[in-house]
Every structure is written in C-alpha cells, then in structure tokens.
C-alpha cells in the first residue's frame, strides 16, 4: 500500500472535526477542507473516549455512511478514525477508512495494544499511534514495536503532548525531547504533532505549529469545526476553516542543515560545544563536592535531604536566573534534577554500609 507520510518536502496535514456529530456538520468541514490543497487526510471522530460519562461519545458506526458521502464526493481526500479496540477496527476496515490512529489512552495500556496488534496482523492499513498521556517514551516505543512485531509497515507517531503536573499553560505539556528522543530512537519513523490537544486552546495552535515542524515533524493532525463554539467536544480548541486557512499559509517550512554548514554557524556551534563541555565539567565538579558533603553529613548524623537548605539554595538561584533572561521553569526544573542527583548520590554513600 502506498505510503502516506513519507516523500513529500510539505508537511503532510490531517484535519477535521474532533467528532462527527451530524451530517451536515461534517459536510461542512469538508467541504472547506477540500479546497485547501495542503490538507491531504481528513480526522472523523466516531467513537470519542470520554473521560467521564454523560458527555458526547461519538455517533459510532452509523457515523461511517456520513463519511462515506464525503468520501464519495472528494475522492482526493483520505479518511482517517481512533480506534480503540478489535471491534473499532473491523468497522473501520469494513467501511474502507485509509488511515487508524491508536489514542493517548490506548496506547496507556499494553494489553489493549496486544489486542489491536493481533487484529491488525495481515493489514495494511496506515497506522498512526499516540503517545501514552504520561511522560512513559517506552510506552510508545511498546506499542509501535507491538504493531512492528505484526506487520504492520506503514506507521507514523503523532506527539499530542503528556499530561503532567505542570501544563505550562496547555492543556497537555509539549515536553518535547520525547518525541526527539522518539526520533533518535526510531529515525525512519514518521513523525506527526497534534498542537490541538496539546494546546488545548485555539490562540496556541499556531506556534506550536511552527516549532514541531522546526523540529522536523513530518506532518500536523488539527480539529477544525465550522462553528466550534458549538462542538460536542474540545469546543475552546478546535479551529474554524478560515483560521486555520491562516494558519497553513503561515507556517514557515526550515530544512535542517546538513551538507554545507555556513562558516558563522559553525563558528557559534564550537561555540556551544565548549560551554556544553565546560557545563558537564561544572557539572562533575559540583558533584564531587557534593560526595565530600556525604562524609560531613555522616559524621554529624545528618540527613542527604536538607529541606531549609533546598528552599535558601532554590530562592537563591531562581532570584539569579531572573535577571539573566532565563526562563525561571527552565532553571527550576534544572536544578531540580541536580539537586535530585545530589541527594541520590549522598543517600548512597550513606547508606553504604562497607
Ligand atoms: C482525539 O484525537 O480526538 C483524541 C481523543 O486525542 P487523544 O487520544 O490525544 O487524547
Ligand atoms: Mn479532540
């Protein structure tokens, strides 16, 4: 089967609603979507995983005949749906739909991923995974092997931010060194970023847009409603069709550097090498000095956690960091891993009893 998410120099777009909620509702949008050529595959919402009951869970099956209309009316545009089981993905193969995307809280749960990797075996359907809400790579990495294991060849990862204690103002925080990572990890494999439900709010959607394709994703999933004031679900997020007309003229498509690297580039990038190298030495020394502590601390019978100590140390540093244009989360959650690594290393070395 041909493969959707690769060869192409554009990002590859899916949009539409976040559900299907009527006929003419859904006809609307594609029509809209239809003219613009950038948008390649359309997102039908038919089974919606609510996380509490009573809301609007999709019109399921009987959704398929209105994408089917539309299905007939633009033959350029591909057809894509969640599915969240073996029975889902029956009626999606029935009905013809070219892409599936596995959900956040799918691929949350290996025995779920079993059971659709064990359907999908003998398919080719194109497969688009979620990451897991929680900041867990491996249970990304888990269910993509899952499918890999199957058979299953055309697959893609689509980055719809983590669910943390601190959200930065979105809904679901980017953290985005995992889907790096993810990269790093699985280069070949396609990789897409839904700013929608990271977001959680339309005003965002643009730049984190701009950032995953700086970042070299592949391609972007965003809900579009014709009137999202009016949606079932993820209403504050969903965009309408002249906005995210907007936004796709908007987005500035960057190649990353490869054969001839510019002599200004290569300058700053020493640059950045050497501090990085005189950070870790900076790093290693703080370290040191933090094991000479240990033996202090052990003499005295003192606990590695200094809970008066962290807090002088952290309004210190954080009141250092704001007047050098540093982002104080940034340094917070820095320090917060050296310190982390501190203690680790002090409880160590006193609890070794040798
Ligand atoms: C969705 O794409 O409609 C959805 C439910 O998203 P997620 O699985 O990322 O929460
Ligand atoms: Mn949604």
């Given at each position: ?15 539409g609603?976040c ?7 859904f ?27 009573g ?6 099956e009987?959704a ?13 545009l591909r057809?894509?749906?969640e ?15 070219d ?21 999908l075996?003998?398919?080719d ?39 943390i ?22 280069p070949?494999l ?7 439900h990271?977001a ?12 995953a ?16 004031s ?22 500035v ?6 054969d ?34 240990a ?10 956690y ?18 050098m244009g540093?982002?104080q989360h ?5 320090l ?11 409880e ?5 009893k040798?």
């Amino acid at each position: 089967m041909e493969n959707f998410f690769v060869n192409s120099s554009q990002p590859y777009i899916i949009a539409g609603p976040c559900a299907i909620e009527n006929d003419s509702q859904f006809s609307s949008a594609v029509d809209t979507l239809s003219q613009m050529p950038q948008v390649a595959m359309i997102r039908c919402g038919i089974w919606k995983p609510r996380t509490r009951p009573g809301g609007f869970e999709g019109l399921g099956e009987k959704a398929f005949a209105i994408v089917e209309r539309q299905r007939g009316r633009y033959p350029r545009l591909r057809f894509c749906c969640e599915v969240a089981s073996p029975a889902h993905l029956e009626a999606a193969l029935a009905h013809g739909m070219d892409a599936i995307w596995v959900g956040a809280r799918t691929t949350a749960s290996p025995f779920a991923i079993q059971e659709l990797s064990e359907a999908l075996r003998g398919t080719d359907i194109q497969l688009l995974v979620k990451n897991a809400p929680s900041p867990d790579i491996r249970l990304w990495l888990g269910a993509i092997e899952r499918f890999r294991q199957v058979g299953v060849t055309s697959i893609a990862a689509v980055h719809r931010g983590f669910d943390i204690y601190n959200n930065l103002g979105y809904r679901n925080n980017p953290l985005w060194q995992l889907p790096i990572e993810l990269h790093r990890l699985m280069p070949d494999l396609p990789i897409f970023c839904d700013p929608s439900h990271i977001a959680g709010r339309t005003d965002a959607i643009a730049q984190l847009s701009q950032t995953a394709l700086d970042l070299h994703f592949d391609g972007l999933m965003l809900e579009v409603h014709p009137t999202p004031s009016e949606a079932l679900t993820d209403a504050a997020q969903q965009l309408t069709p002249v906005e995210l007309t907007q936004l796709l003229s908007s987005l500035v498509c960057r190649t990353e550097n490869t054969d001839q690297i510019p002599a200004n580039l290569q300058e700053l990038r020493t640059q950045i090498d050497l501090l990085d190298h005189q950070l870790l030495q900076l790093l290693a020394d703080r370290l040191q000095i933090s094991c000479q502590i240990a033996q202090v601390k052990q003499q005295h019978n003192l606990s590695a956690y200094q809970p008066k100590r962290w807090q002088t140390l952290l309004d210190d540093r954080l009141a250092q960091a704001s007047g050098m244009g540093l982002d104080q989360h940034f340094v917070k959650t820095l320090l917060e891993m050296i310190h982390a690594e501190s203690v680790a290393r002090q409880e160590e070395l006193l609890n070794n009893k040798d």
